[in-house]
């Protein structure tokens, strides 16, 4: 039951809209010194991310947050700084993908695909490491014992730096939540437009050139030369008109 909860929400975070203030390939850039503090002390970055995510209310940890089968029976309720420290050391990779899950969950954050990329390539060189280092304890050759410790080495680089560009980004992604750039830009409040009210017996004038309101219209208009010059006719109607014998007889008047 817990597994198919967990297949929902990651169903169900492929349909989110928002995006990180800053991708995986920005967080240098975006906050350098906190990404060489999340490198070199990586544990110690992912307790206070974590504390952070619960609005330092330690009342709310549950291990891994939620997200793994052995959340709730780890004894957090009574001493839940102790049990975060213990999840941060030895279970670091989850404690950092459980606070990425647990902002993704809230603001409703989608990982671009420039992100699974990276991830991806990370977890595919740790998984070629591991096949190699297998490999070489078979084979017991030193060629391929050599190339599986550099392949090791470069896959655990891999894994630090990216561990600590995500905890930057869940660092800058914080620093936005909790207003740190500044108040929101707010929406500018369009112009008062004029409308015609049924209180108001005369429209404003918008959009049309300016009139006499007020003044009774005269129609027709008394504009210059109108009526026209010679209208109606002279010897209008005609003398033979209506003709003779008409309406006929017997035509009721």
């Known amino acids: 039951m817990a597994s198919q909860e967990h297949l929902d929400k990651m169903q169900l975070r492929q349909n989110y809209r928002n995006l990180w203030h800053t991708d995986l390939m920005g967080t240098i850039q975006a906050d350098a010194p906190y990404c ?3 490198f070199w002390c990586g544990p110690c970055v992912s307790y206070l991310l974590r504390k952070r995510a619960l609005y330092n209310d330690m009342s709310r940890y549950v291990c891994c947050a939620g997200y793994m089968p052995c959340s709730g029976r780890c ?8 049990c975060l420290a213990t999840e941060v ?3 670091f990779g ?10 993704q969950d809230e603001f409703n954050i989608q990982t671009t695909r420039c992100d699974n990329c990276i991830i991806g390539f990370m977890f595919c060189l740790q998984q070629i490491a591991c096949i190699f280092s297998i490999v070489a304890m078979i084979v017991g050759s030193g060629e391929i014992q050599e190339a599986s410790q550099l392949l090791s080495c470069l896959a655990e680089m891999v894994y630090c730096t ?8 869940h660092k800058v992604e914080m620093d936005k939540r909790d207003g740190m750039f500044g108040p929101q830009p ?9 409308m015609s009210r049924i209180d108001q017996p005369i429209p404003p004038s918008v959009g049309y ?3 006499g309101y007020g003044q009774p219209y005269g129609y027709p208009p008394q504009a210059q030369g109108y009526p026209a010059a010679g209208y109606p ?13 008409y309406p006929p007889s017997g035509y009721p008047k």
């Open 36 to 38: 060489c503090l999340a």
């Open 75 to 82: 004894g957090e309720s009574r001493c839940p700084e102790l």
């Open 89 to 91: 050391f030895l279970c």
């Open 94 to 103: 989850n404690s950092v993908a459980s606070t990425r899950f647990m902002l």
């Open 162 to 169: 990216v561990c600590a560009c995500m905890q930057t980004q």
């Open 186 to 194: 707010v929406m500018a409040v369009p112009p008062v437009q004029q």
């Open 209 to 211: 050139p300016p009139q």
């Open 233 to 245: 006719p002279p010897a209008y109607p005609p003398s033979n008109y209506p003709p003779p014998g």
